[in-house]
């Protein structure tokens, strides 16, 4: 009688793990999702996974719930560090969902989570978060052939938002520089908004001759993956462009850590096109350095002249150098790049007027 019951008992537990019986855990969690109880429903479909026993629904609802639990969490703190973990768990998950529905849910929640991360103004690290999730929503409608509508729609309002608010902050500031950071940020989110580049074009003319290091001591996050703090930093004292070629003289700050030999003939002019026209050094090259003074024995800062096309460009010190470029008409000139041996690299915009 015992043998009988127990083999009953195997064929009716194999019946039922073949047809997808829910275990308590993951009852519990479609409960608490039904009920709205979202962080409740995530914590208990994630001891249901530990368990190793689910239903073939599992990885839609527990992604749904992740998804609800993110977006209940970001209308009350939209920067509450919980959305990203939430955000993490959901892309870790998507390969196992199998609704065209619960693609939907996802879309439409990254969506206005990354929304309201955007307009609620917080640092900019969540405004990043905001538009990354947005861009996964746009990707992930596209790779699932679901509606591609919302994301987009939610995308262009964010953009906006943050193009509107860069707009304002920068014309409030104190300098040009300050300015072009502010306006560097949004552009790292919206680099073809058009009101953005027209405003970009206009005050990089006027910081022509400034140094602008991309820092995060600076600005609170890297505004450009081109230059930074450990890289070359240029400036144009002195510009013409004309509508074949360039003239000026280019200062170079060397913020790399390390002594370095400049070389201005390994300067390239790039057009709004991605063409490049080499650069020509045409002379009266010369680069700061400290020497010892031999009537006091202190350091004093003087300029050396350039040996033959090179200058010698200690760490934290500058040269100057004549320069010019030639290009055809159609030829538009964007910026200037410099790229030592060390693939050290240097880049300055030269805006629009």
Known sequence: MFRKNVSFLVLIGLFLGFTG?????????????????YRNAVNSYTNALKKGKVSKDFYDNFVIAYTAAAKQ?????SSDDIIRNYVEQIHKNMPNVKKAATLDSVVAGLSEIGVAQVKDGYEYEYILQGFRNLDSAISIAKRGNVNGNVPKAARDEAEKAIVSKALENSKGTENDITAEYILLEAEVVAPKNEQLKKA????RVKNRGTFLIFAEDII????????????????????SIA??????????WNATGNNA????????????????????????????????DEKTGMFKSVNQPFKGSEGELRSEK?????????????????YVDYKDND???????????
């Open 220 to 239: 609170g996050q890297r505004a450009s993956r081109m230059v930074d703090k450990y890289g070359y930093v240029l400036a144009f004292p002195i510009l």
């Open 318 to 334: 500058t040269c100057n150098a004549q320069i010019a470029f030639a290009y055809g008409k159609d030829f538009e000139p964007a």
């Open 343 to 353: 693939n050290n690299i240097g880049r300055k915009y030269f805006g629009q007027r």
């Open 73 to 77: 969490t970001a209308k009350k703190n």
């Open 261 to 292: 030999v400049f070389e201005p003939n390994k300067l390239k002019v790039v057009s709004k096109t991605g063409e490049e026209a080499a650069g020509k050094y045409v002379g009266r090259g010369y680069c700061n350095i400290d020497r010892v």
């Open 200 to 203: 970009l074009d206009a005050v």
């Open 21 to 37: 019986c829910k275990g308590k855990n993951e009852s519990n969690g479609d409960s608490f999702l039904k009920e709205g109880k």
């Open 243 to 252: 509508p074949t070629g360039i003239t000026g003289e280019i200062q170079i």
